[in-house]
């Protein structure tokens, strides 16, 4: 019976937070900015006065289980 090699232990990978912090806050900017679209653009707090930006949206909001009717 032959006996199994035992694999080497190495060094942990570092995840360098100081590089990643500013792409973190762009994401969840970004994620925010969906969200509000998503969720809130329509009538009364509406940014824009078309209703293109909640017909675009559609589908998503009633995905996402936001009521718009």
């Known amino acids: 019976m032959t006996q199994a090699a035992v694999p080497a232990i ?3 990978i570092r995840i360098p937070l100081k590089e990643i912090a500013p792409w973190a806050a762009f994401v969840v900017l970004l994620a925010m900015i969906v969200l509000y679209f998503v969720s809130t ?5 509406a940014l824009f006065s078309n ?7 559609h589908d998503g909001r009633h995905l996402l289980a936001f009521p718009c009717h």
């Open 51 to 57: 209703s293109y930006v909640h017909e675009f949206v």
């Open 41 to 45: 653009e329509q009538g009364a707090l």
């Open 10 to 12: 190495g060094e942990p």
